[in-house]
């Protein structure tokens, strides 16, 4: 276990990580379907791969919601307005992700590749944007905030497939 003030410094470091393996998650399903509507083989864990992404980043986006993004408003007023709009973010990605995830669910030879691919490039994009935003304004202030019980256990929003099954989570 690190010093309390190391551990604490790299929350919002820890953000940044989290969200690179996301958009590595994304690229990697962006390649499979891709491919595949390139008329290469189905890959066969495809569908349980966009499952587990769509769980990651959900989880993720609640874990904020639940969790950081009220600890957050509360030690740090100013960034309250920056963490409504993450908050609206984050509702506009999750119908995005409805809509990938039935898009790679009902993925057959018939799909339009045109109409697939803008779903993905739509999900990219708002992922992107809403990353690059949060990273920039919030970061700072995660990497300064002090919750103990986060020493102990990974708070939701920063668990990833990896550190899923080895750390118990809170919000």
């Not at 990938?100 to 993925?107: D, H, K, N, P, Q």
Request: hydrophobic residues 40%; charged residues 35%; proline residues 5%.
């Amino acid at each position: 276990m690190t010093r309390s003030g190391e551990r604490l410094a790299a929350f919002g470091n820890q953000l940044i990580e989290v969200h690179l393996w996301l958009r590595e998650e994304l690229a990697a399903l962006r390649e499979d379907v891709d491919a595949y509507l390139s008329g290469g083989a189905r890959p066969r864990e495809l569908h349980a791969h966009c499952l587990a992404f769509c769980s990651a980043l959900t989880r993720h986006h609640t874990g904020e919601d639940g969790g950081a993004f009220p600890r957050l408003g509360e030690r740090f007023p100013e960034p309250r307005p920056v963490l409504e709009e993450l908050r609206r973010d984050h509702r506009l990605i999750e119908d995005a992700l409805r809509r990938f995830e039935s898009l790679v669910a009902g993925l057959d030879r018939r799909a339009d590749p045109a109409g697939a691919r803008r779903e993905m490039d739509t999900l990219a994009a708002l992922m992107e944007t809403h990353f690059v935003y949060e990273e920039k304004r919030i970061a700072a202030a995660l990497n300064a905030l002090d919750v103990p019980a986060w020493d102990r256990s990974r708070p939701a929003f920063l668990v990833t497939e990896d550190t899923e099954d080895t750390e118990d989570t809170e919000p």
